[in-house]
């Protein structure tokens, strides 16, 4: 019996919430005596869409704010000038190899030139090295398939497959020396970088180590003993600078 009370319950408040949607579309569209206020208001967005010039003119404030704010903490000029240090060694050697080292300075810089210029010379070396041979390789290859020019005496009694994996050894081979002189090239800019860092902002002076001299210590220092009170030790003491 309950189970039938609430099943004509559910089925009633279907039908009243049916016919109250109902009544409320018909007084929406054939209502003309409803007020102002009656009449639903529709909120449009009226918010302005930012242009392409707007974004940009944002973006650039964004980064000229981002120059001197971390983490909305003003900098300080300290602060600035030792970014602009590093941002100027490190552009100079991309521009050119070993001119950041000349300006952040050190009794290492003439060490580093060679270091930096005798890599560079060494990957010209390999480059031309197997650069030479691939198109040494190429030419004879060339001259198999097509007669064009002469036969390479060096390579006439070597088969066809060996000359195409030749060719392919060697293009390897150069275009990975490439790649190679890159990274050395960027290793350069990335040293520039960290030594202005910590040229600045840490002191690497040759003042840096440890040093250990003799010294007499308190017996009160070493172990609590009636006996020791006010006596001295022979120890060392050794000073470490950071």
């Not at 918010?47 to 980064?63: G, L, P």
């Not at 050697?93 to 010379?121: C, M, R």
């Not at 390897?172 to 960290?194: F, H």
């Amino acid at each position: 019996m309950t189970k039938i009370i609430l099943l004509i319950s559910f089925v009633f408040c279907v039908f009243v919430s049916s016919a109250q949607v109902d009544t409320l579309k018909m007084l929406s569209f054939n209502d003309s005596t409803k007020t102002l206020e009656e009449i639903p208001v529709v909120v449009q967005d009226t918010v302005k869409k930012e242009t392409k010039a707007e974004r940009k003119a944002r973006e650039k404030a964004e980064k000229e704010r981002a120059k001197y704010y971390y983490k909305d903490i003003l900098k300080d000029s300290t602060r600035l000038h030792i970014e602009h240090l590093s941002s100027v060694a490190w552009k100079r050697s991309a521009i050119l190899p070993g001119w950041g080292q000349i300006t952040n300075g050190g009794k290492y810089v003439w060490i580093k030139l060679p270091v930096i210029y005798g890599g560079f010379v060494t990957a010209y070396v390999v480059f031309d090295y197997w650069n030479w041979h691939y198109k040494k390789f190429k030419k004879e290859a060339l001259f198999r398939e097509d007669a064009v020019g002469t036969p390479d005496p060096d390579l006439q009694n070597m088969s066809d497959a060996g000359l195409l994996r030749g060719i392919d050894n060697y293009r390897r081979y150069r275009d990975m020396t490439i790649l190679i002189t890159a990274v050395w090239w960027a290793g350069n800019v990335v040293e520039a970088y960290t030594d202005s860092m910590l040229r600045n902002r840490y002191n690497i002076s040759d003042n840096l180590g440890m040093k250990i001299n003799p010294t007499m210590l308190s017996t009160s220092a070493i172990a609590y003993s009636p006996k020791l009170t006010n006596q001295f030790a022979p120890g060392l003491k050794i000073t470490l600078n950071f």
